[in-house]
T-cell receptor, first 111, second 114 residues
Framework: QKEVEQNSGPLSVPEGAIASLNCTYSDRGSQSFFWYRQYSGKSPELIMSIYSNGDKEDGRFTAQLNKASQYVSLLIRDSQPSDSATYLCAVNMEYGNKLVFGAGTILRVKS | DTEVTQTPKHLVMGMTNKKSLKCEQHMGHRAMYWYKQKAKKPPELMFVYSYEKLSINESVPSRFSPECPNSSLLNLHLHALQPEDSALYLC?????????????FGQGTRLTVV
């Protein structure tokens, strides 16, 4: 079992729609969870961090965490073509300061 | 300011060369990372320094040698690399204090081994 799993996509949504990205992780002791956005040829950019169960909203982005189900999600409201990128879920594993990435989900927003 | 600066941006080296990648942050972060990223793959963790001490080495070949001279600097020394080592090398830093473990990435060094 991979430590962090994501559907690789691509996920295609029309402009203005809600994009929903999902991630599961294997280490039940993990406490820190992150979403990064990566454009082609660029480095990952942190867009959301979440540490507690529930929802966290920042602008058009909402991160959701369910530790019992070992599940993290990212919702992007009012999707724009500029949101087209690879979205990486990252989890800080319990054993030491080890930040592990999922394979990433490619999001395509069509205008 | 969440800036992590990496130099050089691009590097081409031969298999017998020795080169170094440099990373710098002035955010007072206490953890620094090296990642390797191949095309269409996620970043793959190589090394973690916490409080200037190597805390994680993900079984990286010895031709990659990390160094943390002080809390703001991180180097990756390269020697006798193989063409398959060509990749984007990313440095990141994290506060690692107060429960904050989010990592901020530099722009990366694109390495080509010929």
């Amino acid at each position: 079992q991979k430590e962090v799993e994501q559907n690789s996509g691509p996920l295609s949504v029309p402009e203005g729609a809600i994009a929903s990205l999902n991630c599961t992780y294997s280490d039940r002791g993990s406490q820190s969870f992150f979403w990064y956005r990566q454009y082609s040829g660029k480095s990952p950019e942190l867009i959301m961090s979440i540490y507690s169960n529930g929802d966290k909203e920042d602008g058009r982005f909402t991160a959701q965490l369910n530790k019992a189900s070992q599940y993290v999600s990212l919702l992007i409201r009012d999707s724009q073509p500029s949101d087209s990128a690879t979205y990486l879920c990252a989890v800080n594993m319990e054993y030491g300061n080890k930040l592990v990435f999922g394979a990433g989900t490619i999001l395509r927003v069509k205008s | 300011d969440t800036e992590v600066t990496q130099t050089p941006k691009h590097l081409v080296m031969g298999m017998t060369n020795k080169k170094s990648l440099k990373c710098e942050q002035h955010m007072g972060h206490r953890a620094m990372y090296w990642y390797k990223q191949k095309a269409k793959k996620p970043p793959e963790l190589m090394f973690v320094y916490s409080y200037e001490k190597l805390s994680i080495n993900e079984s990286v070949p010895s031709r990659f040698s990390p160094e943390c001279p002080n809390s703001s600097l991180l180097n990756l020394h390269l020697h006798a690399l193989q063409p398959e080592d060509s990749a984007l090398y990313l440095c990141a830093s994290s506060p690692f204090e107060g429960g904050r473990t989010e990592a901020f990435f530099g722009q990366g060094t694109r390495l080509t081994v010929v």
